[in-house]
Each structure stands twice: as structure tokens, then as C-alpha cells.
């Protein structure tokens, strides 16, 4: 499948949705690219996993913001694998650099750089500790196992609109009580 039949599929699995991210956010190694940049030296000439172009330029083409969130320790090597690859200008933000903390101080980062609340991010990865954490912390997170793929695209805007939902919910369900123990209160 090319870049233009990925790009369209794409395009057609985030038309089924009426609730959109409004920021995806992709790890490097192992979930836009098949390998380990700090394995590899900056000569060589980077590939993206097939799908990944297509979908990057399809969420482009809907408006969706995209960041970068990646523990490389050889951030000069995943840059200019960026640039070879010829997307750096794709992404609004890039925190790339070496981390203990499962990619929560890269969150924060991106939080503050782009004002998009954690719960408006939808986050791809290869690590399931970072899913882990990263959720925790109310970003709508997929865990890849052989890159980013229209299948993982779908997957992944489907929890999203079904944490959307569950939130919408919980605030129509607070609002309720709130709006009800006031008036108990009134009249007990």
C-alpha cells in the first residue's frame, strides 16, 4: 500500500468520528520507525514503519496537531533522522531526550508548549510502561506493536472518543448533583 492509499484509508477512518484529538502525539523507535536511532549512526538514510507517512499527512489534512514524545539519548541522531525523512515541519512540538520518568516530564512539556489539555492528546507507543503512565496522567494511549498502522489508528480514535464520552458523562453526572444536593439543601 503507498503513501496516497494509506493517506486516503486514513482519511476515511477519521471521518467516522465526530470527536477528534486535538493533538496526537508519536513516539520514535519502534512506532514511527522500525528501529532504535541511538543503534544506528546519522549517515545512514532513516525509513518510517509503511503506514506511518499516510497517516501522519491525513491527521495534517484534518487540522490535528502532531508532537513528538521520545527517551532517545542520542536526540541529535532522531533529528536528523526527522529532517532526512523530510517531517520535521509535521510536528507543532518535539520533546526528544533521555528520561526516567516514562515520558511524564515530555507530557508536561508538550502541555505547556501547546496549551492542548492531556485529555485532548491521543499518544502512540511501543512501551507499555509509558502507556501505563501516560494514561494516568489523561492521555488517550495505544500501545503499537509493529508501528503505527491504520489499525492502530482506529483503535486509538476509538478509546479516544470513548474517554471523551466517559468525561462528558461524568461532568453531565456532577453537574446533576451538584444542581440536586443544592436544591436538598434548600428545602431540608
Known sequence: ????SVKAEALQIIGMFKVLPKLVVFDLDYTLWPFYCDCLSKREQP?????????????????IDLA???R???SDIANTFIDKL????MFVTQEIFASWTHKTDHFQRIHSSTGV??????FFDDEDRNIVTVSKMGVSSILVDNGVNLEA?????TTYAH????????????????????????TG
Open 1 to 4: 500500500m503507498d503513501d496516497e
Open 68 to 70: 513528538i514524545a521520545s
Open 72 to 74: 532517545s539519548p542520542t
Open 117 to 122: 489539555p492531556f485529555t485532548s492528546m491521543l
Open 47 to 63: 525509513s518510517l514503519f509503511p503506514h506511518a507517512n499516510g497517516i501522519l499527512y491525513a491527521l495534517k489534512d484534518k487540522g
Open 153 to 157: 489508528l482506529r483503535q486509538g480514535l
Open 86 to 89: 523530510g517531517i520535521k515541519s
Open 163 to 186: 474517554n471523551v464520552n466517559k468525561i462528558e458523562d461524568n461532568k453531565k453526572k456532577w453537574t446533576y448533583y451538584t444542581q440536586n444536593s443544592t436544591s436538598f439543601e434548600r
